[in-house]
Nanobody, 131 residues
Framework: QVHLEESGGGSVQAGGSLRLSCHVS???????????ITWFRQAPGKEREGVAT???????TYYDDSVEGRFTVSQDNAKTVYLQMTSLKPEDSAMYYC??????????????????????WGQGTQVTVSS
């Protein structure tokens, strides 16, 4: 099993910054099955959406257009995956989740727009951006 735990959420004014962390732990066999870690968010009354993903073995990244240039995803040897968020907007307010992809046949688009193949999820951390 792989355990994911998010931290770093909070309240911030528009234009501010936050850094979220996703702490990754588990057995070696389970950890090696996770090829991507993706940050999703879900606001009340809205569908869950992927915002950023990172490929574990080479740190290649991909972003949704809504956060491109403002958010940066990075990793620390796959033990912790970060989401640095800058120039925050009220519409960025949501519960943020990290998820581990251990499925097959992913494309960059599908990693952000589908939840199939994600075998591991964290409990989430709340981000609130006030205007």
């Amino acid at each position: 099993q792989v355990h994911l735990e998010e931290s770093g959420g909070g309240s911030v004014q528009a234009g501010g910054s936050l850094r979220l962390s996703c702490h990754v732990s588990g057995s070696t066999a389970s950890l090696t099955s996770v090829r991507f870690i993706t940050w999703f968010r879900q606001a009340p009354g809205k569908e869950r959406e992927g915002v950023a993903t990172i490929r574990i073995h080479d740190s290649l990244t991909y972003y949704d257009d809504s956060v491109e240039g403002r958010f940066t995803v990075s990793q620390d040897n796959a033990k912790t995956v970060y989401l640095q968020m800058t120039s925050l907007k009220p519409e960025d307010s949501a519960m943020y989740y990290c998820a581990g992809f251990n499925g097959a046949g992913a494309t960059w688009w599908s990693l952000l727009h589908q939840t199939a193949g994600y075998g591991f999820w964290g409990q989430g951390t709340q981000v609130t951006v006030s205007s």
